[in-house]
């Protein structure tokens, strides 16, 4: 992409492609092989030519061009749709990129009258609109995405309330909660990520169309129609700022990486509990591989590749924010390079998302593990505590010491907090009785967790109630 482009001229011979007679000579064979951008923003046509139907409406609706020959441009616009979509169009590297590759074939189709369709606008405006054309798409594309996977996973949650598993901090065991309670954080994540897409949707929500190349243009345009046509909700204030800027696209890369690593974390938790130290869940054939050597593995390729391709995402932002970080106003063919790293981010992670989406619908939950694993360390040494502070009056570290106390004899002993004898207690502190006992199982733990958004089973299960809600009922974020 370029500064102002001609509006009318088809290229006669190589030493005038594009730019008329202002060069003598043609391009050296290195740019002709740095310069085109068709090769990837040719994922634009639908947008481009949804762009210049628009633009060409206006300008009839302001009597810039005659109604004929906006009818013929829009006719053969239709056509030119039809083309790529059937993959019958032959893109061109000499025409350097989609603009100018639609703007060609529409002359050859109409004639004179697609000349006319540039007046008022320039390539720079022109990819700026298309630009923010695609990435809302791809906004509300990764948010279908996302409230698919929010709801496989309450679906999880919803058959897994009263499911006991280990709580971890620092991947020790630390509280029993619910499984259903741990589904419940990753669709509060992504619930997060979906509303940061909506902020960004609704900040580049503006039509830079009609901008030009940097200033504004003397026709009398109506950038107002342009932007209801396509769906804005407002023109862009400032010529300047519109062709320059690339926020939006920052903003997405920003938000997608956020997204990306929840989506590993989660693949790292299926990691672990599918190895035979958790065997916390079992992944479904179609998102397991095996070894070629081998025979017993069974191996979370799916997980692993989800882990593995945050990298891109987040080198997507890196990537845009350098090329935008020494720019001055208003366009530099530096930002050519916006699109690559934008398009194989939103690919990767929407690729992700199905997939996770895939293994955490089909996933088998291990209860009788989780149970074994949560039993294994002492994860209701906070509960003891918890009861001498109300029940003796303990001032919580004194109450901590005393149950740091016993969980060094039960470790001795090799047995569980509940499996001490009521005078190994009452030595520790003589305050602990009978009652204690219904205070160490993982039952009295799990179930004595009511505040509101804890594991309790009944607050998991009004947390799905509400999640549904929220995030699937409402259809929102």
Not at 107 to 136: F, Y
Not at 270 to 293: C, E, H, K, N, P
Request: glycine residues 8%.
């Amino acid at each position: 992409m370029t500064d102002q482009s001609p509006a009318a001229s088809q290229p006669e011979s190589r030493t005038n492609e594009l730019w008329g007679g202002r060069f003598a000579s043609g391009p050296a064979e290195v740019m002709e092989r740095i310069n085109p951008s068709i090769d990837f923003d040719r994922r634009f046509w639908r947008e481009d030519i949804q762009g210049s139907k628009a633009h060409a409406e206006m300008l009839v609706a302001q009597g810039i061009v005659s109604a004929a020959d906006g009818a013929a441009i829009v006719k053969g616009l239709d056509e030119i749709w039809g083309e790529i979509e059937s993959g019958r169009f032959k893109f061109s590297r000499a025409l350097e990129d989609i603009h100018m590759n639609v703007e060609s074939r529409l002359r050859e189709i109409v004639g004179e009258p697609a000349g006319r369709l540039h007046t008022a606008r320039s390539r720079n405006d022109q990819v700026a609109l298309d630009m923010k054309l695609w990435c809302r798409g791809a906004i509300d594309d990764l948010d279908v995405e996302l409230k698919a996977l929010q709801a496989a996973l309450i679906d999880q949650a919803e058959r897994h309330t009263d499911t006991v598993m280990p709580g971890f901090t620092h991947l020790q065991v630390a509280q029993p909660i619910t499984f259903g309670h741990h589904m419940l954080a990753y669709v509060e994540m992504f619930g997060r990520d979906r509303g940061r897409l909506a902020d960004c949707r609704r900040r580049l929500n503006e039509s830079p169309i009609g901008s030009a190349a940097l200033a504004g243009t003397p026709y009398p345009i109506d950038r107002f129609h342009t932007a209801s046509a396509l769906g804005f909700d407002r023109p862009t204030p400032n010529s300047l700022d519109s062709v320059s800027d690339r926020d939006y696209a920052m903003e997405l890369m920003a938000a997608a990486g956020i997204c990306a690593v929840h989506m590993s974390r989660l693949a790292e938790e299926l990691v672990l509990w599918t190895t035979a130290q958790f065997r916390f869940v079992r992944l479904s054939d179609g998102f397991s591989t095996g070894s070629s050597i081998m025979p017993q593995k069974r191996n979370p390729d799916a997980a692993e590749l989800v882990r593995g391709k945050v990298g891109r995402v987040l080198g997507a932002f890196t990537a845009l924010s350098l090329v935008m970080k020494g720019l001055p106003l208003a366009y530099s063919k530096d930002m050519q390079e916006d699109k690559e790293p934008v398009f194989d981010a939103v690919d990767t992670l929407g690729l992700c998302i199905a997939a996770m989406t895939g293994m955490i619908a089909d996933m088998e939950a291990n209860p009788a593990a989780m149970r074994r694993a949560v039993e294994a360390g002492f994860p209701t040494a906070t509960d003891l505590a918890d009861w001498l502070v109300r029940e003796a009056s303990l001032p919580f570290r004194d109450a901590h010491h005393v149950a740091g106390r016993l969980v060094k004899e039960a470790e001795t002993r090799d047995c569980g907090l509940a499996d001490l004898p009521l005078d190994v207690m009452q030595a520790a502190h003589p305050a602990l009785d009978e009652r204690i006992y219904k205070v160490v199982s993982v039952e009295a733990s799990v179930n004595a967790r009511t505040s509101y958004g804890g594991t309790a089973p009944e607050r998991v299960r009004e947390q799905v109630v509400e999640a549904r809600r929220r995030f699937l009922d409402g259809g929102g974020s």
